[in-house]
């Protein structure tokens, strides 16, 4: 089996603490991408749930946005408990 070299970008803080959790594991790095890549061709997918953070979506950053402006005018948003539960669901 011939071996190839795989290079990528990544945070410097991001590579040192996988690194790190990699070495507590007692594997390299190299393992963790390896182990990672086999799992993937198996099981023709990413192995763990890929989701987008629903806190991140258009209408919750306009909202978050919204709320920003009217907090830096000074205007105060009141809700009630009832209120908060509705905009939860």
């Known amino acids: 089996m011939t071996l190839t070299p795989v290079n990528f970008r990544m945070e410097a803080d991001l590579k040192e603490r996988f690194a790190q ?23 023709n997918g990413i192995p763990f749930p890929v989701e987008a953070d629903p806190f991140y979506s258009e209408s919750n950053v306009a909202a978050l946005r919204a709320a920003i402006e ?9 809700k009630t408990v009832e209120e908060l539960e509705a905009m939860a669901k």
């Open 21 to 43: 959790a990699c070495k507590d594991m007692g594997m390299s790095v190299s393992t963790a991408f390896t182990i990672f890549a086999k799992r993937v061709v198996r099981e």
């Open 70 to 78: 009217r907090a830096e005018r000074g205007e105060v948003v009141t």
